[in-house]
């Protein structure tokens, strides 16, 4: 820290039988710990989990190509035509391609997306989407909703170690 300061010291531990340090305990950091399992790892945030990640101020939506008319190469390249030269193509298909796999992943963690009378997703169409893809959680509450959900999942990880109370 800046001041000099520090909160907590994390020190080896030779019995812990972790080789996996995570640095933050957002939605990314928390997401990765899950996807471990059954690998031990470490997770190690400033403050208790759900507390100081800025994920939970998310809100909007997940982009995903979900719609049965939808594709994630309509996705990518309706990504790229709206980056106007600054999108990296490869990167817009990567994560168009990895979209709806993650977004099954947050429902099998429990986040309650929005659903439609029949109970399949509801899906918003915006900006330059050319189909309906965004996933909410009651309107915008999104970021909430999945640190909810990845906060509960790993504290009932068993193969997750929380060190809170840490900087980096």
Same mark, same amino acid.
């Given at each position: 820290?800046?001041?000099?300061? $520090?909160?907590?010291?994390?020190?080896?531990?030779? $019995?812990?039988?972790?080789?996996?340090?995570?640095?933050?305990?957002?939605?990314?950091?928390?997401?990765?710990?899950? &996807? @471990?399992?059954?690998?031990?790892?470490?997770? /190690?945030?400033?403050?208790? @989990?759900? &507390?100081?990640?800025?994920?939970?101020?998310? &809100?909007?939506? @997940?982009?995903? %190509?979900?719609?049965?008319?939808?594709? =994630?190469?309509?996705?990518?390249?309706?990504?790229? *035509?709206?980056?106007?030269?600054?999108?990296?193509?490869? /990167?817009? !298909?990567?994560? %168009?391609?990895?979209?709806?796999?993650?977004?099954?992943?947050? /429902? %099998?963690?429990?986040? =309650?997306?929005? !659903?439609?009378?029949?109970?399949?997703? *509801?899906?918003? @169409?915006?900006?330059? $989407?050319?189909?309906?893809?965004? *996933? !909410?959680?009651?309107?915008?509450?999104?970021?909430?909703?999945?640190?909810?959900?990845?906060?509960?999942?790993?504290?009932?990880?068993?193969?997750?170690?929380?060190?809170?109370?840490?900087?980096?």
């Amino acid at each position: 820290m800046a001041d000099g300061q $520090h909160v907590q010291t994390l020190t080896a531990d030779p $019995h812990a039988g972790s080789d996996v340090l995570i640095v933050g305990a957002g939605l990314a950091g928390l997401f990765l710990a899950l &996807q @471990l399992a059954p690998r031990p790892c470490i997770v /190690i945030s400033p403050a208790p @989990l759900g &507390q100081a990640a800025s994920s939970a101020w998310a &809100q909007g939506g @997940l982009a995903a %190509a979900l719609h049965p008319n939808d594709s =994630p190469e309509q996705h990518a390249a309706d990504t790229i *035509a709206a980056g106007a030269g600054l999108v990296d193509p490869i /990167i817009a !298909r990567l994560i %168009a391609e990895e979209g709806p796999a993650r977004v099954r992943d947050l /429902i %099998a963690l429990g986040v =309650p997306f929005d !659903r439609t009378p029949d109970g399949a997703l *509801a899906l918003s @169409l915006e900006a330059a $989407h050319s189909h309906p893809r965004v *996933a !909410r959680v009651a309107g915008d509450l999104a970021g909430k909703a999945i640190m909810d959900a990845l906060v509960a999942a790993v504290h009932s990880a068993s193969h997750i170690r929380i060190v809170e109370g840490v900087r980096a």
